[in-house]
């Protein structure tokens, strides 16, 4: 499984403003996703974050990038493409993963990467936190996010 070995973050995000955007698609792995999104930020000490659903995983830069520019410290986008057999899949993911790389490098702001790219449904499940999942994804995108953004907070504050 290609989580073995992730880092466990565990961030003080108390006074951070964070936003969750998630795609609609799926919408049962998704549910998984945003509750683990949700859980992690509540663990974070995250109050109040703000939840954005968008039609697809094709429309999460969009949504990231005004959140981003709206004075969030971190943003957390969730979405899920399984592969089908047209090239759609290869556009979808290529245009979500260089859309939010975009969106954090041009705005400073992190942005937790919780796009599940998958061969099949199986693997979706398996990585979406729903029970029986090997991995929750959702909860590691928004704890990714808050650890960055502290650290960035931190160091731009000279507490680092």
Avoid: N
């Avoid at 942005?111 to 029986?132: I, K, M």
């Amino acid at each position: 499984m290609s989580g073995e070995g992730a880092p466990v973050v565990h961030a003080d995000g108390s006074g951070l403003r964070v936003a969750v955007v998630a795609a609609r698609w799926h919408e049962e792995i998704m549910q998984g996703l945003l509750d683990g999104a949700l859980r992690a930020l509540a663990d974070c000490q995250v109050a109040d974050p703000v939840v954005l659903r968008v039609p697809g995983t094709f429309e999460l830069p969009v949504a990231a990038a005004r959140l981003a520019r709206g004075g969030y410290d971190a943003v957390v986008a969730l979405g899920v493409v399984i592969r089908g057999g047209t090239p759609h899949f290869d556009y979808v993911c290529s245009a979500a993963t260089l859309g939010l790389t975009d969106v954090t490098t041009s705005t400073g702001v992190p942005v937790g990467f919780g796009v599940l790219t998958c061969d099949d449904e199986q693997q979706a499940y398996a990585r979406s936190g729903l029970p029986g999942s090997q991995e929750d994804k959702g909860y590691e995108s928004a704890s990714a996010a808050v650890g960055t953004a502290v650290v960035l907070r931190d160091v731009l504050e000279g507490r680092a």
